[in-house]
């Protein structure tokens, strides 16, 4: 139940994430050129882009020309979000798309009907039509996840019950649409979450759903990402969503004054993860040099906290 | 000997640490605003600037005039940094400095030599001096610190071993020059702790002296900060050295990018306790207010979280 996990995956959202919440269109070679950085590092998926409305989201409107022109390396998944299915048609369309068949839940419903424009519970019913169409299409789902599970900045604190209740939503569609879930991933996405309610949270889980796999999107907003992935670890979590020199942000969590942070820096949590002996199949220096390439393009000082001070092999090296 | 303290103290560092290691000198006028807002926080203990020398600290040439006007709050203790005798003369002439009698241990040979131009066996003896000195004038030792206690940049890794041989000095000089020492702090000075390290720590620390006051000051130089604080919470302590809005940084650990990050920020920290259900006294509101006139000062963005994104009280408030 507890205890460090020896591999830790990490899922990378920079690319989408860090590019989308600009205002400025940065141009593609400059983007394809952090890509495939990104795809020397270790990281085994990587989000690349997003199939959204290009009128909303016109940094993204040429993904498919980002899939058709990055560099493959074996072994790299390279997956982009949609989120209805005129998107999921274009990705399907684009060239070589790992399709992450994703469901999606909301544990607040203000969240849900800003990003979905419908309730949560019609968010719930809207996922066995997906379940369908990815298996239509020939398709596993790999992922559900519960998004705003620790509080939501328009309900406020969000009860645990009411996420399992989402996840014994998703066990029960499981059942019936006899497919296997591979992985739970709670998300607090607007920063809500600390260490004690992440163990609470994971513990409840775990009571539910005994043996899946628990993942976590952890966002840093209110400067708590790190020791909430420290928290998780803990719990044996061994799936984290992150993003490379801390790219992003949600624009929700944000006050006015400078940007709120967004994802948990993947770096700094690569970082805690091999000072903690886990494994991650990630060469800190490359991700590093990823997070600096990132910062030159953006123009302005990223998130990240390892990026500007390197990590510790380089000491450790030396001294011996 | 574990589980979370009841109520944890912070003291403040951010008017010197910000405002030494910043090029430019601001106007006292400024600065004095500053510690006036962070004086209403309900922070207890704050560093206001530094008796060093003028010629290498230029920006900090004005303490004692700093001392003369900031607005004095009850109960909150204003305190200064010194390096040598010379340093502490001045802090005694100047009006009303709290004298928080410290002795200073180094756990690094080599960061010992670039900070005190002596050997760490040399300025252990040198603290003899100190408590003597201290005592003509009427003070009690306050803290006695163990400087870069898990990692140096020029040394790499530290052994526990060592660290706990500065304290072992530290208890037998106590009970030599038989005067108590209220607070141990282990400072990991360079960013190179991470939480299991801090309870490994704190774990042996406890065993050596029993029922000793136990605190941290924790540098966030490589993304660990608040996980490092997390466990330590967890193990009981009670006191943090913190800087708010992140202020400050080591100039040995950048990497001549981007800034490294300094010390952990006090409202990200103090966010963390509140969250954990640990008092702290202070008004989180005011502490973020603080921040970002900080970060109006600086007019550079500081490394904060929460003064970004705002606490949770506010929502929590407006649902019920």
């Keep these: ?28 070679e400059q983007r394809l050129a952090f890509i495939d950085m990104l795809s020397d590092t270790g990281l085994r998926q990587i989000q690349v882009g997003s199939f959204v409305s290009p009128k909303y989201v016109p940094q993204m409107a040429d ?35 790992h399709i992450d068949a994703r469901l999606l839940f909301y544990a607040s419903d203000t969240f849900s009907r800003k990003n979905n424009n419908c309730s949560a519970a019609e968010m719930r019913e809207r996922q066995r039509d ?38 014994r939503f998703i066990l029960r569609l499981a059942e019936e649409e006899e497919i296997p879930v591979p992985a739970l991933v709670i998300a607090d996405t607007m920063g809500w979450a600390n260490p004690e309610a992440v163990k609470r949270m994971i513990g409840g889980l775990r009571e539910i ?17 790190i ?23 949600c624009p929700f969590a944000s006050h006015g004054h400078a940007r709120a942070a967004g994802n948990v820096c993947t770096e700094d949590a690569v970082f805690l993860c ?3 002996g886990i494994e991650t199949g990630i060469d800190l220096d490359k991700l590093i040099a990823a997070a600096q390439a ?17 990590g510790l092999a380089q000491y450790r090296r030396s001294k011996s």
């Design 1 to 28: 139940m507890t205890g460090y996990p020896k591999f830790v995956e990490f899922r990378e959202e920079g690319p989408r994430e860090g590019f989308q919440i600009e205002k400025k269109i940065y141009p593609i």
């Design 63 to 97: 993904t498919a020309d980002v899939f058709e022109r990055i560099r493959r390396v074996e072994g790299v998944r390279y997956t982009a979000l949609w989120l209805n299915e005129n998107g999921f048609q274009r990705a399907l369309a684009a060239k070589d798309v």
């Design 130 to 167: 997906w379940v369908r169409l990815y298996k239509q299409h020939g398709f596993a789902v790999e992922t559900a996840y519960v998004m705003a599970a620790f509080g939501c900045n328009f309900e406020g604190e969000i009860s645990q019950d009411r996420v399992m209740d989402d996840f």
């Design 209 to 225: 759903a005994p043996g899946a796999r628990i993942g976590m999107h952890i966002h840093d907003t209110r400067g708590l990402g």
């Design 227 to 249: 020791a909430n992935v420290q928290a998780a670890l803990g719990m044996g979590v061994d799936l984290f969503e992150t993003s490379v020199a801390g790219l992003g942000g």
């Design 274 to 276: 091999h000072e903690l």
């Design 294 to 310: 990132a910062e030159r393009l953006i123009g302005a000082p990223l998130m990240g906290r390892v990026m500007h001070s390197g």
